[in-house]
């Protein structure tokens, strides 16, 4: 009988194991899923989409938190300096519009018009994306570098700079310099720092 409820219980926990993958979110090397998400202007987005990229800067961002507006304008920047590149942007809100109202995508798109986005703005719905992801902060940075026509290579995660508060105070630009490093074909210094923001509003359960 004990034998029978050991076997039951680790059967148990191996199923759990297998039906949560990425409970902790991808770290440095994994392979990233793709997705298909709505943007503000009504189209979904995926990265398939973009055939010649190289890779990708993918923030989970938004609107209300003070981190995120400070870095808004850099997130621009990095989008105007590596699409044609080809790295663009691709910017994510996690934020649940329930506990976060000025998340809502409605306001999104109000905010994507008054700083003149120049990259998706894409509204994780079931915040499905951010779990398998990782993200735990806004903004939250991930680098990603394209394998062949379909896998996503995680080269960073983490801040955008060390300097939230002033972007001309910020002596180490991480973003930057890892997607230089790839598109330069070295090896990213630094690979992971610590996301510095609002923590996520996860929908109640």
């Known amino acids: 009988m004990k034998f029978f409820i050991l076997i039951s219980f680790l059967v148990l926990i191996v199923g759990l194991v297998s039906f949560t993958p990425y409970a902790d979110g991808y770290k440095v090397g994994d392979y990233a899923t793709d997705f298909s998400l709505k943007n503000v202007d009504g189209t979904t987005v995926s990265l398939s989409d973009y055939v010649d990229a190289q890779g990708f800067i993918v923030v989970f961002t938004c609107n209300e938190c003070p981190y995120a507006k400070l870095y808004q304008d850099r997130i621009n920047d990095l989008n105007h300096e590596y699409e044609s590149k080809g790295f663009p942007v691709i910017a994510i809100n996690p934020n649940d519009p329930q506990r976060s109202p000025a ?11 008054e ?22 902060n806004t903004p939250h940075v991930y680098v990603l570098e394209k394998e062949g026509e379909d896998k996503y290579r995680v080269a960073y995660i983490g801040t955008i700079d060390n300097n939230y508060k002033d972007a001309d105070k910020a002596d180490k630009h991480y973003v930057q310099d890892a997607v230089n490093a790839l ?14 923001g609002c923590t996520i509003k996860w929908r109640n359960a």
């Open 103 to 113: 998340d809502s995508f409605e306001k999104m798109q109000v905010r994507a018009q």
């Open 115 to 136: 700083k003149d986005y120049s990259f998706p703005y894409l509204v994780d719905e079931t915040q499905q994306i951010t779990r398998t992801y990782g993200a735990t």
């Open 183 to 196: 598109l330069q074909d070295q090896k990213v210094s630094t690979t992971k720092t610590k996301a510095i």
